[in-house]
């Protein structure tokens, strides 16, 4: 990306950089939510979509304090700080 924007810039072409941050909005906005949205207003569907939506569904969340595990609980809002690899299950 950076080479395509400074080609452009060489050539005096307009050029244009969009960026979302949109780690907060999944902190406060039902998952639901927030993928009918996708869908629906922004036309985000198929691929990308199932995508998002695998990254936000099906998690869980337990705590551990010396060596005592909770139960795991469904994580309706936010999103684990994970990566993109990690496992979908966590307990700190």
Known sequence: MHNDIAEAL???SMTGLILFDLSAAFDV???TIVLKRLE???GIKEMVLTWVS???TDKTHCVSIANKISSDVSLLFGVLQ??????????I
């Open 10 to 12: 060489d050539e005096r």
């Open 29 to 31: 906005i039902d998952h």
């Open 40 to 42: 629906f207003s922004f």
């Open 54 to 56: 695998s990254y936000l």
């Open 82 to 91: 994970e990566s993109v690899l990690g496992q979908k299950n966590y307990c």
